[in-house]
C-alpha cells in the first residue's frame, strides 16, 4: 500500500543553518505531497504541498519539490530560526480508507540560538 | 474563525470507564476524521466520515466508536477504556478527499490518560 518514509530524528540545528527533512514516498500514480508542522502543545497544521510532479511547494521560507524520478520530497530551509523548533510530518493520501492522509513517524526539529 | 474544535483538551480516565471526545467544525466540511497520535509515532487513522450519516473504520478502530449525525459534528466515544488507549486525539476535517490536493485542518488535540 501507499507509505511514506521520514529521515529519523531528532535533528538539532544553530540557528541560521540550513535544514534537509528527507522524505520518500511509495505510492501508485502520482498523488498530492504533504508537510504539515506541529508546534508543542498544538494540532498540526499545512505547512506546503504540491499536487503534482515536479511542483514545487513553499511556505515560510520552507520549500520542496515533488520528484517522481526518486520518489522524493525532501523539505528544505535555507537559514532556520528557533520559531522553526516543532515536529514535521510529511504525508500523502490514500491506504486503506479514502480521503485520508498517511502520514509518516514525524521528525523533531531542535533550534537553538 | 473556530475551524476544528475538540473538547475536552486533556482527561484522565480510568480502566473500564467510558468518554466521549467532541468534535465540531463550522467549515461545512463534508470529511471528518479522528486520529490519534502516541509518542515518538505518526499518526494513526481511527474513523473517518464523508457526510453526516456515513462513517467508515480507519486503520485502529477496536475500541472506538463514532457517528455524524450532522455536517458540524463527530464524536469519538470510547467504551471501556484501557490503557493502550492513552494516547492524543486529533480531529479533523476536509472538505474533499486528500487525494485532490485539499487541505486536511486540525483541532488543538484531546490528551487522554488511562489509568
Known amino acids: 500500500g501507499d507509505s511514506v518514509t521520514q529521515m529519523e530524528g531528532p535533528v538539532t540545528l544553530s540557528e541560521e543553518a540550513f535544514l534537509t527533512i528527507n522524505c520518500t514516498y511509495t505510492?501508485?500514480?502520482?498523488?498530492?505531497l504533504f508537510w504539515y508542522v506541529q508546534y508543542p502543545g498544538e494540532g498540526l497544521q499545512l505547512l506546503l504541498k504540491a499536487t503534482k510532479a515536479d511542483d514545487k511547494g513553499s511556505n515560510k521560507g520552507f520549500e520542496a519539490t515533488y520528484r517522481k524520478e526518486t520518489t522524493s520530497f525532501h523539505l528544505e530551509k535555507g537559514s532556520v530560526q528557533v520559531s522553526d523548533s516543532a515536529v514535521y510530518f510529511c504525508a500523502l493520501p490514500g491506504g486503506t480508507s479514502y480521503g485520508k492522509l498517511t502520514f509518516g513517524q514525524g521528525t523533531i526539529l531542535t533550534v537553538h540560538p | 474563525n473556530a475551524g476544528v474544535t475538540q473538547t475536552p483538551k486533556f482527561r484522565i480516565l480510568k480502566i473500564g470507564q467510558s468518554m466521549t471526545l467532541q468534535c465540531t467544525q463550522d467549515?461545512?466540511?463534508?470529511?471528518m476524521y479522528w486520529y490519534r497520535q502516541d509518542p515518538g509515532m505518526g499518526l494513526k487513522l481511527i474513523y473517518y466520515?464523508?457526510?453526516?450519516?456515513?462513517?467508515d473504520k480507519g486503520e485502529v478502530p477496536n475500541g472506538y466508536n463514532v457517528s455524524r449525525s450532522t455536517t458540524e459534528d463527530f464524536p469519538l466515544r470510547l467504551e471501556l477504556a484501557a490503557p493502550s488507549q492513552t494516547s492524543v486525539y486529533f480531529c479533523?476535517?476536509?472538505?474533499?478527499?486528500?487525494?485532490?490536493?485539499?487541505?486536511?485542518?486540525f483541532g488543538e488535540g484531546s490528551w487522554l490518560t488511562v489509568v
Open positions: 479533523a476535517s476536509s472538505y474533499q478527499g486528500a487525494e485532490a490536493g485539499n487541505t486536511i485542518y
Open positions: 466520515s464523508v457526510g453526516a450519516g456515513i462513517t
Open positions: 505510492a501508485t500514480g502520482y498523488p498530492s
Open positions: 467549515m461545512n466540511h463534508n470529511y
